[in-house]
């Protein structure tokens, strides 16, 4: 059966972009269509990337805070570990979640089309779907097309103990001896969901630190703490891995690298993403699309062909949800004529591990290499009564400044809920907020948040009381 749609907007993958834009247009008044391959709406962030992981992530922390409570007295005895069921738990928070996409797409009458859309001109896109194929001729579109996962050519392709992270968040089982290939976000949140199933994780990383976008002070405190939970072999890689019967053999090099070969029940390969620019047939619409995969776009979202637009991963890093649904309100503003532009001061970036370890604004590191002149304060936990009754006290707060200004221009928190707590720094980096600003700000104590305003407050060299 063929369709043939008119529609002043086009959208091109419902992932947090795509949907986000979708949802925006259509609320300023403008007919839009959102093609999806996926059977749900969600893209990666909902179906297999940020939503399911916290899910097992939240699993882990309750494991992990039940284990370290014998030492405060209350003893729960070793978890039962019902697989099913924790699937089970995943699978209805995706639903809830992609079930309520559906949901506001059809009250903002967006019509969704489910199948494999590629430009076929700078004015319609093919779609092949279930129901056979549909051609949409479009005055606008945006390219949402998401991020794939890297693999590694020496790694075994075809085998089933060699997963990504889409293979880690199906949780087929738990593995006893698990390598976790690559020591960034994602293979450290998956890692922390495993370890706290029952598997001994061994993590693999190339560079010299875990985390390699953070600050290192920051890492090391993640590292620290989790050194007995992981192996964790820094400046190392992989170099073979030799799929026999009983398991997988791997060859590593470098500092820390084992002698020999290391046997494990599962490879979790975690080394990246790569952009999905190449895979729409941009070229039959004259999109330019680099050699990586990347479209490059103004400051408005638009590619180099006028009407056509691109959002998310596959415009560039950071490749984060909440840049994805920043960047697409823009492009459906600018669409529906909107004076608008994409120019964050700063984008946040957090790692959901035990400790969190989150990030804003300028590290110190970038400030090093730009030159910048500027004073960190560091609020170390141990004075924080907030972590002390928590029994966390390894976190730190770490606040940076122009030292000529006081402006705050970045910030990093590693410790519990540090997540949730960079959003006070984000704030203050982009309202252009100084040190006083945030020192004179009550902070509610206990909280873990004091320790933003106690970094002001060093900066200003006006500490008072610790809390
Ligand atoms: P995507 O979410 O990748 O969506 C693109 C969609 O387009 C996909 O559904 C795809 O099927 C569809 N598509 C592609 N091409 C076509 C086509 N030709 N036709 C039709 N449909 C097409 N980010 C965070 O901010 N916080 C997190 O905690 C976080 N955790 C993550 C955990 C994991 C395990 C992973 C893998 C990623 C995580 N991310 C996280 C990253 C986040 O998922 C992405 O940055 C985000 O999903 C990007 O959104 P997007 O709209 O650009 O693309």
Redesign the pocket.
């Known amino acids: 059966m063929s369709n043939d749609i008119k529609t002043q907007v086009v959208v091109?993958?419902?992932?947090?972009?795509?949907y986000s834009a979708a949802f925006r247009a259509a609320d300023l008044g403008l007919d839009v269509v959102l093609?999806?391959?996926?059977k749900t709406l969600g893209?990666?962030?909902l179906n297999?990337?940020?939503i399911p992981?916290?899910a097992l992530l939240h699993v882990a922390k309750v494991i992990d805070d039940a284990a370290a409570m014998a030492s405060h007295g209350v003893t729960f005895g070793a978890p039962k570990i019902d697989l099913d069921k924790i699937r089970d738990w995943k699978e209805s928070v995706i639903g809830q979640l992609t079930g309520g996409l559906g949901g506001m797409a059809k009250a903002r009458k967006v019509k969704t089309v489910f199948g494999?859309?590629?430009f076929t001109s700078d004015k319609t896109i093919e779609v092949e779907g279930e129901d056979g194929k549909s051609t949409i001729t479009f005055d606008n579109a945006i390219i949402?097309?998401?991020?794939s996962v890297v693999d590694l050519p020496f790694i075994p392709k075809d085998d089933p103990r060699v997963i990504d992270?889409t293979g880690a968040?199906e949780l087929k089982d738990v593995p006893e001896e698990m390598l976790v290939l690559g020591g960034g976000i994602?293979g450290l949140?998956m890692g922390t969901v495993y370890k706290a199933l029952g598997s001994n994780v061994s993590v693999v990383e190339f560079a010299d630190q875990l985390v390699p976008a953070a600050d290192k002070d920051i890492v090391k405190v993640y590292t620290n703490y989790n050194k007995k939970k992981f192996n964790i072999m820094l400046s190392t890689k992989v170099v073979a891995v030799d799929a026999k019967d009983d398991g997988l053999y791997v060859t590593f090099e470098g500092k820390n690298a084992p002698e020999g070969q290391v046997r494990y029940d599962k490879i979790l390969v975690a080394v990246g993403?790569k952009p999905?620019g190449h895979?729409?047939a941009a070229d039959k619409a004259g999109v330019n699309v680099d050699e990586r995969g990347f479209i490059n776009v103004t400051n408005e979202l638009r590619t180099n062909v006028n009407h056509i637009f691109a959002?998310?991963?596959?415009v560039g890093q950071p490749?984060?949800?909440?840049k994805?649904v920043h960047e697409a309100h823009v492009a459906a503003e600018v669409i529906a004529g909107k004076k608008h532009v994409f120019d964050p001061r700063c984008i946040p970036s957090?790692a959901?591990t035990d400790p969190e370890m989150a990030w804003v604004g300028v590290t110190e590191r970038e400030a090093k290499e730009q030159g910048l002149n500027i004073e960190v304060a560091n609020f170390p936990w141990a004075a924080s009564g907030r972590a002390i009754a928590s029994a966390r006290t390894e976190g730190k707060t770490k606040m940076i400044f122009e030292k000529e200004t006081g402006r705050v221009l970045g910030g990093a928190i590693v410790g519990i809920n540090a997540g949730e707590m960079l959003g006070e720094i984000c704030l203050a980096v982009e309202m252009g907020a100084d040190a006083e600003d945030v020192a004179l700000t009550i902070h509610a104590h206990p909280t873990l948040n004091e320790s933003i305003g106690v970094a002001a407050e060093i900066f200003e060299g006006s500490v008072t009381d610790l809390p």
């Open positions: 091109l993958g419902a992932g947090p972009g795509g093609v999806e391959s996926r893209g990666v962030c297999v990337g940020c992981s916290k494999y859309g590629k949402a097309a998401g991020s992270s968040l994602i949140e993403r999905n895979l729409v959002i998310g991963d596959v490749m984060l949800a909440h994805a957090i959901y």
